[in-house]
């Protein structure tokens, strides 16, 4: 039996090394990714915007009872206002906004977890910062702010308007060439969002801002209790909708008529009261042929809805109608 060489070791060593790296190395800086869901994302979005929407509506009513119409004038200062408030409070002490914390998300700076190799479970990494959350603030509510003015501004100006002066019409053509440029980019910003999720608008993905979970472990206990009581209400009102149009007041009125211990309902009795707005008549018209006191108003257009009208007292065919003392017409 012959032994192998020294340079058959070191040959052998060489050609299984490279082997052993490859199967050893993805293990040791394998990571568990964990895609954040869409769902969510959007969901956060939609929530952030109907608690700006809530705060505007209790901060209108504190000037409700000012001029009517002086608050519309400052409604982009408002809407800013209240971004700037919720920014405040909630991104720049490094905490999400409402929406974001009740989905269980938070921003992470990508760039600083990209080059990293500890990743392991794809929800590590640092928040925005201080440059990241500047340039937030400025883009989300300055930006729009901006925008909004200069919209409105150009639009009192009349610029699009072919009769304006040239220059004036060149900055009206650029304003809509930026905006349909800008929602063009944010199709295709969807579109990839919809494939990556990530990245929900072009802020997020120009500053690198990504959402993540805040918590990896988290009871997702759904409540039916409100959606089925919203169903509910909703079905009633559409069942309200769409029988009301089928009812007539006046039959309705004497079919509760004997229940009813309203004394006005009992001033119909007499000829003195229309008795179908139970008021004294201003115009006041008979129905022939039984002679019963109407409105000119309330018994005309009971008469052009329904020929076969009856009295709402006597229950006779109405087969034309009076002014009271005057000539009778169909």
């Known amino acids: 039996m012959t032994l192998p060489s020294h340079d058959a070791w070191i040959h052998t060593s060489h050609t299984l090394l490279p082997r052993w790296k490859s199967l050893s190395l993805p293990h040791q800086q394998s990571t568990l990714p964990i895609s954040i869901s869409r769902v969510n994302q959007v969901d956060a979005a939609r929530l952030d915007v109907e608690m700006s929407a809530m ?3 209790q901060l ?6 000012m001029k009517p119409g002086m608050l519309f004038q400052y409604e982009a200062e408002l809407d800013a206002f209240l971004e700037f408030l919720i920014w405040r409070f909630s991104i720049w002490v490094d905490k999400p906004t409402p929406g974001i914390a009740l989905m269980n998300l938070r921003y992470r700076d990508e760039r600083a977890v990209e080059p ?11 928040g925005l910062t201080v440059a990241q959350k500047l340039w937030y603030c400025i883009a989300t509510v300055g930006g729009q702010y901006i925008w909004a003015r200069l919209q409105s501004f150009s639009a009192f100006r009349r610029w699009g308007d072919t009769e304006q002066r040239p220059l004036a019409r060149r900055l009206w053509i650029l304003i809509q060439r930026i905006e349909g440029i800008y929602r063009a980019a944010s199709f295709g910003n969807l579109l990839i969002f919809l494939c990556t999720g990530r990245y929900r608008n072009l802020i997020e993905r120009a500053l690198r801002a990504r959402l993540v979970y805040g918590s990896p472990n988290m009871n997702r206990a759904v409540s039916f209790e409100y959606m ?16 009301l149009p089928l009812l007539n007041s006046s039959s309705v009125k004497n079919l509760l008529r004997p229940f009813s211990k309203d004394k006005s309902l009992s001033s119909a009795e007499d000829g003195s009261a229309c008795p179908i707005c139970q008021a004294t008549p201003t115009i006041p018209y008979v129905a022939l042929p039984c002679q ?35 000539v009778p017409s169909e």
């Open 55 to 57: 705060l505007k509506e």
């Open 60 to 65: 209108v009513k504190v000037f409700s009872l």
């Open 116 to 126: 990293r190799d500890k990743v392991r479970t794809g929800l590590e990494g640092p």
């Open 228 to 243: 089925n009581r919203q169903l509910v209400w909703n079905e009633f009102s559409e069942m309200l909708l769409l029988l």
């Open 292 to 326: 019963h006191r109407y409105c000119y108003y309330c018994l005309r257009t009971r008469c052009a809805a329904a020929p076969s009208f009856r009295c709402s007292r006597c229950s006779e065919p109405v087969v034309a109608m009076q002014r009271h003392g005057g």
